[in-house]
């Protein structure tokens, strides 16, 4: 149990961690970018640099919002 505790506290082994915590500010651009596209959209940070990802479920959605960001 003792190897175990270790183990997870340096981030190794099978302990289940959940995803890591986003910022007030993070949570609310995802929020403000879904509801103006319409899909799901995640922000990855890390120290002012990162990624938008923006879900989609068809190639219809996918024009729909290519009409919205280059439109």
């Known amino acids: 149990t003792e190897r175990r505790a270790r ?10 961690q ?4 986003r910022s ?3 949570r609310d651009l995802e929020l403000r970018l879904s509801k103006a596209l ?7 940070d890390k120290k002012g640099k990162g990624k938008l990802e923006i879900g989609y479920a068809s190639y ?8 919205k ?3």
């Open 7 to 16: 183990a997870a506290a340096r981030g190794e082994g099978g302990g289940k």
């Open 18 to 21: 959940g995803p890591p915590t």
């Open 24 to 26: 007030a500010n993070v």
């Open 38 to 44: 319409g899909s799901k959209v995640t922000v990855r």
């Open 60 to 67: 219809e959605e996918l024009d729909r919002l290519l009409d």
């Open 69 to 71: 960001l280059l439109g």
